[in-house]
């Protein structure tokens, strides 16, 4: 069980490109959390995905940032048109189920660096 | 949303001192999760707490959940410098959908 992987680990792009990371649950996981932690500052929670669904993106920013989870494949967050504020690390989490107990121990990818020029 | 306000921010200590961190929301706890992050790395889970009163122990670490008051403390006995890291508290948001952590404590055990 190779557990949660992120990809890239490390990406750099210009502001305006397009960053995108990705991230592959646990086997057996269908759940899937994005967060962001700025250098200094604590995780904020960004987005709850299940399969094919958005459960809850209240913590997206509402313009160029966008969540995905397919049927088949990685979830991937996508940021369009990044700036110098969005250089972050990213991370991804995991977890079996969404609700009862037990379903919210999250299991943790190494996450993606983002460093924007 | 939940807030969780961690104390203290970063903590320095000598090895094989005992400490605790705190960890207080905002709001009703519905379960409380401790993980602990190596610098530039993911995090690890620690222990969840489900209960009030609740308290469990891992090699030298210990939490407790004291609902009424929804703080949750860890402390750590005879601390060695392979405790360093940042320990984070989490916890489920009302509706179950989120999950958000609270705002970290940086240790730091010097040998």
């Known amino acids: ?117 | 949303s939940q807030e969780l306000e961690q104390s203290p921010q970063s903590l320095i200590v000598q090895e094989g001192k005992n400490l605790t961190i705190n960890c207080t929301s905002s709001k009703t706890l519905y379960g409380l999760y401790w993980y602990k992050q190596k610098y530039g790395e993911g995090l690890i889970f620690l222990m969840m707490l489900q209960k009030g009163g609740e308290e469990k122990s891992h090699e030298k670490i210990t939490a407790k959940l004291d609902e009424k008051k929804q703080q949750s403390s860890l402390h750590i006995t005879a601390s060695q410098p392979s405790h360093a890291g940042i320990y984070l508290c989490g916890a489920p948001g009302p509706g179950g959908n989120q999950f958000y952590f609270g705002t970290g404590t940086s240790l730091t055990v010097i040998p």
């Open chain 1, 1 to 117: 069980n190779a557990g949660v992987m992120q990809n890239p680990r490390h990406l750099v792009r210009r502001r305006g490109q397009e960053a995108r990371l990705r991230c592959s649950p646990m086997k057996g996981h269908s759940h899937v959390y994005w967060y962001r932690q700025l250098p200094e500052e604590g995780l904020k929670f960004m987005v709850y995905l299940q399969k094919e669904n958005i459960i809850d993106e209240s913590g997206m920013p509402k313009e160029r940032f966008s969540a995905e989870f397919p049927k088949e494949g990685p979830s991937i967050l996508r940021i369009q048109q990044v700036v110098r504020g969005d250089s972050a690390a990213y991370f991804c989490a995991s977890s079996p189920q969404g609700q009862g107990a037990g379903a919210n121990v999250l299991t943790f990818g190494a996450g993606s660096r983002l460093t924007v020029l």
